[in-house]
């Protein structure tokens, strides 16, 4: 799980989380588990949904931090809980791309 420390990063969430909320741990997770949920196939029952989200883990990541470069080999997914994350694509002239709280 990520969550962003810089809240002034927040002011584009969308579910209303203002930028000078400070969630509890317990309400970040339960955030995370509506997102999961939210991005999961409606084929996909709760009970599986919950199994995933056990082997989740909460990462924290300061601003300008790099999660990965492009072109490396991934062995996880990470979901944004809250922050913006932007991605810049080296090969495409400099192209960035917002990601948003709730994605994957």
């Known amino acids: 799980l990520i969550s962003q420390q810089n809240p002034s990063l927040l002011k584009d969430d969308s579910i209303g989380i203002s930028d000078n909320t400070?969630?509890?741990?317990?309400?970040?997770?339960?955030?995370?588990?509506?997102?999961?949920?939210?991005?999961?196939?409606?084929?996909?029952?709760?009970?599986?949904?919950?199994?995933?989200?056990s082997h989740f883990e909460r990462e924290v990541y300061?601003?300008?931090?790099?999660?990965?470069?492009?072109?490396?080999?991934?062995?996880?997914?990470?979901?944004?809980?809250?922050g913006v994350l932007e991605a810049h694509l080296e090969n495409e002239a400099g192209t960035r791309e917002r990601v948003q709280s709730g994605r994957i």
């Open 62 to 82: 300061q601003k300008g931090s790099i999660l990965w470069s492009q072109g490396e080999e991934s062995d996880c997914a990470k979901l944004l809980v809250r």
């Open 22 to 53: 400070d969630l509890p741990v317990e309400d970040e997770k339960a955030l995370a588990l509506r997102y999961l949920i939210n991005a999961s196939p409606e084929s996909i029952d709760e009970e599986c949904i919950d199994i995933l989200f």
